[in-house]
């Protein structure tokens, strides 16, 4: 008897061995694929690609004036049911625009902006971003992300570059050969990596906005994950599509040389327009409309 318990302790030892084995095993073989052969990120962090599936789109009528048609929809993404407005001219050429609003800004109160682009004569679709308006969801905090970055999985802020590649997808689907990626702060931001991942994206405007100008700790997972939020380590790979960035002097929430900063990263071609509206602070300003009119006939022509 005591040689039979002997014996089963000691397989009981080596099952168990063999089993933390394997965990150790299969967890660093996923943190291998992740930094080296991620389905999502590059060997330093950066999102390399969006499976983005299916649209799914319900529509219904919104309103319409004697310029353009507004459309309400909604598509899902990732798991989320994603909300917004399609703005489509009556006379319009072949290019569309995703228009992303700031942090917090729903759809609706985007509608000016969106109408001007309109009245060029280029389809827009603007959307309510993760956490606005009618779409739902809570930003994690950091050290949540963190983690579920380092298990080589897509963050919340990731997947707001995602929605806007979908709603990219979502003008496509309306016959829209040509899409230009607009933002407004934030949205400036997660435009700018949406242009970055999908070279389909015809080119990239963003008015009021700027990377967080991160540098490295030395820390790869610290810095890794950075790299993969910061639309500086984006901008570089926009080219050879044009990057046009809009800033006012008087911009007080992203002072003007953070955004030169970022601009500084491009790739030719690419411009920055300037204003000096004392009357306008954060965001579009009527100032910048001369300025994007020109930069979306150059997308048109080019």
Known sequence: MKIKRRMLKAFSLIFLVVLIFVVFYFVSMKKIDYKNNGKYFDGNGVLINFPRGELNIEKSDFESNENYTITKLSYDSFGTRVYGLVLEPKVKNNVGVVLLPGAGVSKESELELAGKIAGLGYAVITIDQRGAGETEG?????????????????????????????????LRNEGIGKVIMIGESLGGRNAMIAAAVDDSIAGYIGISTAGFGYKDSGIMQQDNFMHSIDADYYIPKI?????????????????????????????????FITINDSK?????????????????????NG
């Open 280 to 300: 306008c602070n954060h965001g579009y300003c009527r100032s910048f409309y001369e300025g994007l009119k020109r930069s979306l006939e150059s997308f048109d």
């Open 138 to 170: 809570i930003p994690p905090d950091i050290e949540h992300e963190f983690y579920s970055f380092e298990s080589g999985n897509l963050t919340y802020y990731h997947l707001m570059a995602a929605d806007a590649l979908k709603a990219a997808d979502v």
């Open 239 to 271: 080219a050879p599509r044009k990057a046009v960035m809009m800033h006012n002097t008087f911009d007080r929430n992203i002072p003007i040389d953070a955004a030169k900063s970022t601009f500084s990263l491009a790739r030719q071609p690419k411009e």
